[in-house]
């Protein structure tokens, strides 16, 4: 599969190098043949099966950003260069990942990450106007009560959705603190690899060596451009104190131990890069964590302290603390809700809730968190809804969502087609056949 990619992506940069294909047109903006492969190529190492038809629905995509982005130049929406950098960097990683490591993108590219990085970041750009024209077209949408129960009476009695067994389940989430004598040997580690670098060594090489940071480490600790408002304050402070090519001292954020070093400062942007050590947690700090977690556990259920006051005294959990300790789910990041579908509880939260009684709290148990994090977590069962067909007493968020999202489909659907009418568009014959495309050959003004 992957010398078969790495072809693909070959006769691609040939073709660029001689004559490159116009396979769509669209008003002053045309998408190339090269384009619309790199776009398959991404497909490709997604994980996805080969399937020459998929480039039909890719082109559709293509044509619609275009006709977005052209929109937006006529309103002036634009995006900042740190959200473009950022959103490059987001997807190299995840390419990386992919690969299976940089080299091994960098030799199935035939290029550097850096040169790569280049030729993605204007369909980049592209893309997040186009999706910032959207939003816009779309934010006034709002849907009535009205529009809810009309949108949920256009269900048939047995078409209704099945809802899933949901739970409403509060946490007190506690991680270990070490002591200051438990964390020294952490800030020593990180102190030796700055004189290292100090002395000459590479940084970028020793951050990919030593960083645990997952999301930068494979870029030799690159975090790319941000502002005074994208990382922890302690972060910020150094990052905008140094000038370019300085290193910082040894500083301590929630995420552990930092080194940074500045490579470039753009007015109010800094492009830096750094090195990460989390300090792990001891036998001692998790007997200490566990005391902690039983005399809270006590003041909840012999005490009668609230659970929501005790989430806000003592959680660790900076989402649910301030919400009762609520745990939040959401399949769509404008809808939000307390009622988590069975099979969307973390499974080791789910074992220890499935044989709780309502309104119970339950002992403490350990845990280890996505981000490696050891701990304690109390459990509070405050609902469970049995499986039901869906209805408006119990779901109205859920179709309330529905509905707004037929509502956005439908405005979206009329201001296409209003500029598709009144665009000229023109799609190479090789993808007259494709399905996909047909609504954006017909009675076009041309």
């Not at 990450?113 to 592209?126: A, C, F, S, W």
């Not at 899933?164 to 007190?172: D, L, R, V």
């Not at 870029?219 to 994208?230: C, E, H, M, S, V």
């Amino acid at each position: 599969m992957a010398s078969g990619l790495l072809c693909l992506f070959l006769n691609v940069q040939a073709q660029k190098k001689n004559v490159d294909k116009v396979v769509a047109v669209l008003g002053n903006n045309i998408i190339l043949a090269s384009e619309l492969d790199q776009q398959y190529v991404m497909y490709l190492n997604q994980g996805n099966a080969a399937d020459e038809k998929v480039k039909c629905y890719i082109l559709q995509q293509m044509l619609v950003q275009k006709l977005l982005k052209q929109q937006a130049e006529i309103d002036s929406v634009m995006v900042e260069d740190n959200q473009v950098d950022n959103e490059v960097d987001r997807r190299m990683r995840y390419q990386i990942q992919r690969a299976g490591g940089q080299d091994k993108l960098e030799a199935f590219l035939n290029r550097s990450v850096l040169q790569y990085k280049d030729e993605i970041r204007p369909d980049v750009k592209d893309q997040l106007i186009a999706n910032k024209m959207q939003a816009k077209i779309t934010e006034g949408v709002n849907v009535t009560p009205l529009e809810v129960k009309k949108y949920f009476d256009t269900y048939k009695k047995d078409s209704l959705p099945d809802i899933n067994t949901e739970y409403e389940i509060g946490q007190i989430v506690l991680h270990p603190q070490l002591t200051k004598a438990e964390k020294q040997r952490f800030y020593d580690k990180l102190d030796a690899i700055r004189l290292r670098v100090k002395s000459g060594e590479d940084f970028g090489f020793l951050a990919k060596t030593y960083s645990e940071d997952p999301g930068s480490a494979p870029d030799g600790g690159d975090l790319g451009f941000f502002d005074r408002t994208a990382m922890a304050k302690e972060f910020t402070a150094w990052a905008f104190k140094l000038k370019a090519g300085d290193i910082s001292p040894v500083f301590e954020t929630e995420f552990g131990y930092h080194i940074l070093q500045v490579v470039e400062r753009r007015g109010e942007q800094v492009h830096a890069r750094h090195i990460l050590i989390r300090p792990q947690t001891t036998p001692q700090s998790l007997d200490r964590v566990k005391l902690h977690a039983d005399s809270i556990f006590k003041n909840i259920t012999v005490e009668k302290l609230p659970f929501s006051t005790a989430a806000s005294l003592y959680s660790d959990d900076k989402e649910s603390k301030y919400n009762g300790g609520m745990m939040m789910y959401s399949d769509n990041v404008s809808a939000r809700t307390t009622f988590i579908p069975a099979d969307k509880i973390d499974p080791k939260d789910f074992l220890v809730v499935d044989t709780m009684k309502v309104g119970t709290v339950s002992k403490p148990t350990s845990f280890v968190g996505q981000d490696g994090k050891e701990g304690y977590k109390i459990l509070f069962l405050k609902s469970k809804i049995p499986p039901h067909k869906g209805n408006l007493e119990q779901d109205y968020a859920k179709f309330k969502e529905k509905a707004q999202e037929q509502k956005m489909d439908k405005v979206l659907s009329e201001w296409f087609e209003k500029r598709r009418e009144n665009s000229y568009i023109k799609i190479d014959d090789e993808f007259k056949s494709c399905d996909d495309l047909k609504i954006w050959t017909k009675s076009t003004a041309n």
